[in-house]
Structures are given as structure tokens and as C-alpha cells.
């Protein structure tokens, strides 16, 4: 019993360092790609769309961390409460 709900506490601090850092990640991407649009936007604007996607891909780092946490959650079992 208190070893599954040890494994089951670790499983979700794991979870929760998974989604943390990559949106982490994403939001660290997003700033540099987002500060680097605009730099360049403004000596060259045929780059926008070019950059506009380059960032939304970054983006995206932050959503498959959520995805990849709701999967890891999925397959969590907590221990049965026994009277």
C-alpha cells in the first residue's frame, strides 16, 4: 500500500517536472524567437512569415509537454483505500 503510493507520489513529482521544464523551454523560445521577429521585421519585413512559424513551432515545445504529462498520468494507479 505505502510503497505504491510512494512510487504514485514520485511518478507525479516526475510529471510535474516534465511539463514544468518544457514550458519552460517553450517560453524561453518563444521570448528569443518572439525578440528576434521583431528585430528582424523591422530591416527586412518579407522574413515576418517566415519567423511567424518558425515561432509557432516553438511554441508547440510547450503543448507536447502537456501532452506528453496527461499520457504519463494516464497510467498512474493509486492505492485503494481499505477500511
Do not use: D, R
Amino acid at each position: 500500500y505505502w510503497q505504491q503510493a510512494e512510487y504514485t507520489g514520485f511518478c507525479m513529482l516526475a510529471i510535474g517536472l516534465v511539463v514544468g521544464l518544457s514550458n519552460l523551454a517553450c517560453g524561453i523560445s518563444v521570448g528569443v524567437i518572439g525578440s528576434s521577429t521583431a528585430l528582424t521585421h523591422a530591416q527586412t519585413p518579407q522574413t515576418f512569415v517566415s519567423m511567424l512559424i518558425v515561432q509557432i513551432f516553438s511554441s508547440a515545445l510547450g503543448l507536447y509537454g502537456v501532452i506528453i504529462g496527461i499520457i504519463m498520468a494516464n497510467q498512474l494507479k493509486w492505492p485503494a483505500l481499505t477500511n
